[in-house]
């Protein structure tokens, strides 16, 4: 009876496994085609690009609607550091121009203009005008700048990048070695990446794209396949081949109309610089906390320091070390990160007062403090 029942069941076995290897192979074949369509290995093992004539078509259709919209930024400033002779110091890199309340803007980023005396930005057509910086915000890379433009200028579309998924194409345009209207083709490799700009500010929610972005490249846009703009080229990972990282234009939108009506981003302010309480410090410490911000420094005269809140005596691992307060909970949020804290101060306005849960000496304790616009360079 039970050699007749495997008799049987061998050859339906059989057949299944013949079926489930042959769909398994179909899917394999179907990704290998869909990759093979955009990247092709050649024999040394280098992908490159290989596109069908319609998408060849898209890309050069794109390319000819954005190419007379972009701008080649030339900046200067005076190096008067210790020097009897002054001499000036040049940077370059690229920007697009965008429409706010019926105004043509040019957005770029901050650290292509940072610390500039005077702008230079040279149009499509080889026009060239002085530009006036209107504010930069270097807490996400993002600038503005005002020039006159030549006719027939026509702001980019903003796409919306909220809505952008990885694998989805991704074109940027630029200036790179100061060759002008250079475009790269990608995909989108990853979302909500976190990078560190050159003054220290922590970006979070970055895109991440494999299309090349070169010195140069900084500031012009991350378009996707109907020519929207869904980034701001930003920075590359030295170092490694292909990868590269665009400010989300939706970020972007939110501080260049807060740039073009107050000439900076407003932004609430508690006062104080901190640091992570982590497992390691807190054990070092004798503290049973699971994590927190430890207050290093209490600005005087801001929010913290007018509530009340204490900052540590010195810096850690001297010998006199006594940590301030530690902040654990933010309008109802338990904290944990100072990335936590930044987040949950930005997320109210300027003069919302807001309670704060903290532990001193051991003890938990609780105050109510009214936030203040940040001030310039903190």
């Known amino acids: 009876m039970d050699g007749k029942r495997s008799d049987t069941l061998y050859p339906r076995l059989g057949t299944v496994l013949v079926i489930l290897i042959a769909l398994v192979a179909g899917m394999i074949g179907g990704f290998v085609g869909w990759y093979g369509a955009f990247h092709e290995v050649n024999h040394c093992g280098v992908h490159t690009t290989n596109l069908t004539s319609n998408q060849e078509a898209i890309v050069v259709g794109i390319f000819e609607d954005v190419k007379r919209s972009m701008v080649y930024i030339k900046s200067s400033k005076t190096n008067v550091s210790g020097i009897k002779h002054p001499f000036p110091i040049n940077g370059s890199g690229s920007g ?21 005396d005077e702008l230079t930005i040279t149009f499509f057509d080889g026009t060239q005008r002085s530009g006036t ?16 433009l030549p006719a027939h200028i ?19 345009i ?27 500010y922590t970006i979070e929610g970055v895109i991440q794209t494999d299309a090349a972005i070169n010195p ?3 500031g012009g846009p991350l378009l996707n396949a109907r020519g929207e703009v869904i980034g701001i080229n930003s920075a590359i990972l030295p170092f490694a081949d292909g990868i590269g990282f665009a400010i989300p234009i939706n970020t972007a939108k939110k501080v260049s109309s807060e740039i073009i009506a107050h000439g900076k981003v407003l932004r609430p302010w508690l006062g104080i610089t901190g640091m992570d309480l982590t497992p390691e410090l807190a054990e070092m410490l004798g503290l049973d906390l699971d994590g927190g911000v430890i207050i290093v420094d209490v600005f005087e005269g801001d929010p913290a320091d007018e509530a009340g809140l204490r900052g540590s005596s010195s810096h850690i691992g001297a010998e006199d070390f006594e940590p301030g307060d530690i902040i654990i909970e933010f309008d109802g949020k338990k904290i944990f990160t100072m990335n936590e804290l930044i987040k949950a101060i930005l997320e ?24 203040k616009e940040r001030p310039p360079g903190k």
């Open 96 to 116: 697009f121009v965008i429409s706010c309340n019926g105004s043509e803007y040019i957005i770029t980023n901050e650290h292509v203009i940072a610390g500039a």
């Open 133 to 148: 910086l209107i504010g930069s915000d270097p807490m996400t890379d993002v600038a503005v700048i005002e020039a006159s």
């Open 154 to 172: 026509q702001p980019l579309t903003l796409g919306d990048s909220d809505n952008i998924r990885p694998g989805q194409l991704a074109i940027a």
């Open 174 to 200: 630029g200036n790179p070695y100061a060759l002008d209207n250079t475009i790269t083709l990608g995909i989108i490799s990853g979302l909500d990446r976190t990078i560190t700009t050159e003054g220290g």
């Open 216 to 218: 140069g490249n900084s």
């Open 348 to 371: 109210h306005e300027i003069g919302d007062e807001v309670e704060i849960g903290y532990v001193r000496d051991g003890v938990e304790e609780r105050v109510n403090v009214t936030l």
